[in-house]
């Protein structure tokens, strides 16, 4: 069965700095893996899939996403935060064949001025 | 397009009672999905439906039920709410893209309470 592993709970950065929010996945597959964001009191939104094509991933708002197989992670990146990103972070995966998405616990960002 | 609509936005129900809750999605999806949030849990599927009058056990089912009597539309139900049934509740919707990655769309959310 898949699942996912979101390594931190809470991550804290300054304004301007990087950001790296950390995922593992298992999968018996080759799985699909997103990464969803939420903001305070908001539905998700996605911000990037990964689906087998290249394996680095640009989404939306100046994130990326790296598919690393050898270390089946799929770690989420900004160079430069911005007080808007705040919010809680989501990695999902998805195996080939299956409707069905697993959701990580969450990791939620906070952006200090 | 609306995209995902769920109604009621919020709802506190006593122990005992029941209610409905609706999804509507107007993107013409063949899957939709009801899940619930719970803190420090992610999200966990309750329930899903791969078409128009099918519908699917998800992770945590038991207490729910739930109906797709129109492709645009997906209820989930509750009997008899308990306590343990406080939660966020997601409905979303999806289709399947090329190369086999199936975005879901999501609404945005329900906060029910049992009290």
């Known amino acids: 069965a898949q699942s996912v592993t979101q390594l931190d709970s809470h991550v804290s950065v300054s304004e301007g700095t990087p950001v790296l929010l950390r995922c593992n996945y298992s999968s018996s597959y080759s799985p699909s893996l997103f990464w969803y964001v939420q903001h305070p009191n908001k539905g998700l939104q996605l911000l990037l899939k990964y689906t087998s094509a290249a394996t680095l991933v640009k989404g939306i708002n100046g994130f990326e996403a790296e598919f690393k197989k050898s270390e089946t992670s799929f770690h989420l990146t900004k160079p430069s935060a911005h007080m808007s990103d705040a919010a809680e972070y989501f990695c999902?995966?998805?195996?080939?064949?299956?409707?069905?998405?697993?959701f990580g616990t969450g990791t939620r960002l906070l952006v200090s001025p | 397009n609306a995209g995902v609509t769920q109604t009621p936005k919020f709802r506190v129900l006593k122990t005992g009672q029941s209610m409905t809750l609706l999804c509507a999605q107007d993107m013409n999806h063949e899957y939709m999905y009801w899940y619930r949030q719970d803190p420090g849990m992610g999200l966990r599927l309750i329930h899903y439906s791969v078409g128009e009058g099918t519908t699917a056990k998800g992770e945590v089912p038991d207490g729910y039920n739930v109906s797709r009597l129109k492709k645009q539309n997906f209820l989930l139900g509750l009997e008899s709410a308990a306590p343990s049934q406080t939660s966020v509740y997601f409905c979303a919707s999806s289709y399947l893209t090329s190369g086999s990655s199936y975005e879901q769309y999501f609404g945005p959310g329900t906060r029910l309470t049992v009290t």
């Open positions: 999902v995966v998805s195996d080939r064949g299956f409707q069905k998405l697993v």
